[in-house]
């Protein structure tokens, strides 16, 4: 065989064994975070669900299979998503995805507009005051838990939180005041709309809503 031609036969193959490698610990990334044993699982009605521990910030939760865990140390964040989901993490509580965002040092950022109400919510062992953000039927979309509670040992800001977001399909807003609506699209900011609140339409997957709030059932602190 040619010498230049075996040179070029290897140094393809190298190249090629390069991509596989590289692609495929580019497609596991996002759910393997290290902090997963996937050996262990539960099995609740025909599904797996496997628990993540975070050691860092000390807690733990569960997910189904179907489901993945995203760890972004610049915020700090952790993301829990649906695998199909084609938007990339990190999510935050803007982001349109399906997605839990779990914030142990807190963000700066202000709420989205939408119909909100104040809620009881017991979130890892301790009763707070979240927030439930409603569509125009009803739905709620979105909730945002404060975690004053977490341990400062461990990192937890008293501005930490999560927040719970379902995607909105067709999503629509109007800005009313008194019953009337100033403008479509969402409230801007200004003494012209004040008392004014957006009020937004759509539909959501209310097994997913239904499955985010299974996985927060499972958060628990776990120093």
Partial sequence: MNKKLLIFIVALIVILIALWVVFNNTAQAPSDVGNIDH????????????????????????????WQVSEDPKFPVINVYKKDETDKPPFTIHSPATAIAIFPEGLGTEGPQSETRQVDITFAG????????????????????????????????????????????DSTAQCIRDGKVIREGVCEIGAETMDAQSIVSGNINEDDRKTQEDILRTFKFNI
């Fill in 39 to 66: 050996n262990q699982a539960t099995t609740t009605q025909g599904v797996k669900w496997f628990t993540y521990k975070n050691e860092k910030f000390g807690f733990e939760l569960s997910y189904p299979e179907t």
């Fill in 126 to 169: 301790n009763t707070t005051k979240g927030v439930e953000f409603l569509l125009k039927n009803g739905s709620v979309w979105g909730t945002f838990i404060p975690v004053p509670n977490g341990p400062k040992n461990k990192g937890w800001s008293e501005y930490a939180f999560v927040w719970s977001g379902t995607q909105v399909k």
